[in-house]
Nanobody
């Protein structure tokens, strides 16, 4: 009932930049927090960036000053602008939305399918 579509991953050289997008569609009344996670091979999934419904943001220490999260509420879309990319940023990146499907309903989490980001040295 809620579909999530991610885009924007790819292969980039160290020092380069990428912009990820994640859009939700379907039965949506409200979207709360929007988050980006990443998971590198052999490692646990980690929170990279978070933006609340009132646009407060939080970042993992490893990406502060290099990544910027933003949202477009009209499009139910979140973006992750990544600059000065490093090989250690290589991972599959996932978005997660907290979605309210009806006005008085509870919030539920929905995940994107993941997009690969590979940074070569």
């Amino acid at each position: 009932q809620v579909q999530m579509v991610e885009s924007g991953g790819g292969l980039v050289q160290a020092g380069g930049s990428l912009r990820l997008s994640c859009a939700a569609s379907g039965r949506i009344s409200n979207v709360g927090a929007m988050e980006w996670y990443r998971q590198a091979p052999g490692k646990q999934r980690e929170l990279v960036a978070r933006i609340t419904s009132n646009t407060m943001t939080n970042y993992a220490d490893s990406v502060k000053g290099r990544f910027a999260i933003s949202r477009d509420n009209a499009k139910n879309t979140v973006y992750l602008q990544m600059i000065s990319l490093k090989p250690e940023d290589t991972a599959v990146y996932y978005c997660k939305f907290s979605v309210q499907m009806t006005f008085f309903g509870r919030f539920s989490d929905y995940w994107g399918q993941g997009t690969q980001v590979t940074v070569s040295s």
